[in-house]
């Protein structure tokens, strides 16, 4: 799945499609940003970021808990991601 492919569901009346969506962006986000994360600590980035890897680290660890709780209220609220 990409980006593109969750604007039809951030667009739905419906609560849990709204909610499916912001999952799957989030998903995608953090993959993106461990895969650079990777790439910067083995020294093969294609371009200097302009922050530190620790800066990087922190925000993939805040978007993985974010991960979580969306996951947990998945469970409890019953929606399928």
Not at 6 to 29: G, N
């Amino acid at each position: 799945m990409e980006l593109k492919d969750t604007v039809t569901m951030m667009e739905s009346p419906d609560y849990k499609e709204r909610f499916k969506a912001e999952y799957h962006q989030l998903k995608i986000r953090y993959e993106k940003l461990h895969r650079m994360c990777i790439r910067y600590e083995a020294g093969t980035l294609d371009f200097e970021p302009a922050c530190s890897l620790e800066l990087l680290k922190q925000q993939k660890c805040h978007m993985g808990n974010y991960l979580h709780c969306l996951e947990v209220r998945a469970e409890i609220e019953g929606i399928e991601l």
